[in-house]
């Protein structure tokens, strides 16, 4: 066989165990959450007036229920991971999002995995639950250390970075409790059956 072939084959089987993995369904579920999800809180930052707390806790409210309906759609390893590489790519194409924020988000949501597949095994109940408040705690710790990084000849400005970040963590928190309700209305109204 020419080198040609061999490289043709092997990206070929790549390919097919991406897709024997995930479904096409799967993924336009993935597609659909991520645009959805970036599109409300632009929605909400427009027009609640930009950066003041009521509209920065609804937004991560509504991204966090979303990312549980999400997670519970679609049951797969690798789910959060390839939602946030496919919602940081929208940002950063569509709003010119900042790279640096990409590595932090994609390091929380790998550890995040980590923790389901962990409360999985344990027979716990609620693995989405513990790895998506899991995803909020570390990607905004996260993200709050590369800020510091970045403003590190100014850390006065932390000061103001720190609010923040601690309400749109308490409005995760209460994303959690929304997306707990809305698993329990979606299953009783039987538009989800999963």
């Keep these: ?18 897709g024997d993995r995930w479904g096409a369904r799967d993924l336009v579920v993935i597609g659909v959450f991520a ?16 950066m003041n707390p009521v509209s ?16 519970y759609k679609v049951r797969q390893p690798g789910t ?14 569509l709003l010119g999002g900042n790279v640096t924020l990409i590595p932090p988000m994609l390091a929380a949501a790998l550890v ?3 923790v389901m597949k962990f409360v999985k095994s344990l027979g716990w109940k609620g693995a989405v639950f513990w790895g ?9 710790g996260l993200s709050l250390a ?22 749109g963590y308490a409005g995760s928190l209460i994303g959690l409790y929304t997306g707990y309700r809305s698993m329990k209305e979606l299953r009783h109204a039987g538009i989800a059956r999963f």
């Design 1 to 18: 066989m020419t080198e040609m072939t061999l490289e043709r084959k092997e990206s070929s089987s790549w390919l097919r165990r991406f």
């Design 35 to 50: 645009a959805t999800a970036k599109l409300s809180t632009v929605l909400i930052a427009m027009v609640g007036g930009g």
């Design 56 to 71: 920065l806790l609804l937004k991560n409210v509504v991204f966090t229920t979303l990312l549980v309906i999400m997670l």
């Design 80 to 93: 959060l991971s390839l939602f946030v590489i496919v919602s940081a790519l929208v940002n950063f194409l």
């Design 112 to 114: 995040s995995e980590a």
């Design 132 to 140: 998506v408040g899991c995803f909020d705690f570390l990607s905004k």
């Design 146 to 167: 590369v800020s510091y990084l970045m403003m590190r000849e100014s850390p006065a400005l932390m000061a103001v970075v720190l609010p923040i970040v601690l309400i």
